[in-house]
């Protein structure tokens, strides 16, 4: 069975950093893409940054330049720096993962951000 475990969430204070990280187990393929959605209370979860089997990466306008996503050599783990932290930057944090045709998704990791 496919898990995702994800790690590092928090309570920061505005302009400071984090990092996230996301593990797949279960599974002897690796991922064809992973990322992080985020979920703030009353809104919709939104993509916030996703790494392709390339290497190819994509952000949300809103983290360009403050959030790096990355991953390890077998491209089962994936980690979120994120920077320059801000209070609208609080949600939870989900990772996924692209399998074989599925999505997995990680339990959520909370990341507050005071002003």
């Known amino acids: 069975q496919v898990q995702l475990v994800e790690s590092g969430g928090g309570l920061v204070q505005a302009g400071g950093s984090l990092r996230l990280s996301c593990a797949v187990s279960?599974?002897?393929?690796?991922?064809?893409?992973m990322g992080w959605f985020r979920q703030a209370p009353g809104k919709q979860r939104d993509l916030v940054a996703r790494i392709e089997d390339s290497g190819r990466t994509n952000y949300a306008d809103s983290v360009k330049g403050r959030f790096t996503i990355s991953r390890n050599s077998d491209k089962k783990t994936v980690y979120l720096q994120m920077n320059s932290l801000r209070p609208e930057d609080t949600a939870v944090y989900y990772c996924y993962a692209d399998l074989r045709g599925s999505r997995h998704w990680g339990q959520g990791t909370q990341v507050t951000v005071s002003s």
């Open positions: 279960g599974s002897i393929f690796s991922p064809n893409a």
